[in-house]
């Protein structure tokens, strides 16, 4: 898949985010003791959608609570 699109084909808001967001699904996916690795050209066919869908959820959890915190420390996200 090309940087900056994501799997429904739409572009992404930010699309300088997709490395950073590649590497947090892996570290992520490490975490978890998922079998897959940077490099992979993002070729999951063999991992259960189970835990695909742990990792995925584990990301927005992540990122949420790096919003908050970004929140609580008085900046305010912007408006996309």
Known sequence: MAAGQSGSGRTQLIPESH?????M??????ELG??????????WGSIPSRDCG??????????????????????MPNKI
């Open 19 to 23: 490395s950073k967001l590649d590497d």
């Open 25 to 30: 699904k892996y570290e992520i996916a490490g």
């Open 34 to 43: 998922i079998p897959v690795y940077q490099g992979s050209e993002d070729y």
């Open 54 to 75: 742990r990792v995925g959820g584990s990301m927005v959890k992540r990122m949420i609570a790096m919003a908050e915190e970004e929140i609580a420390n008085g900046k």
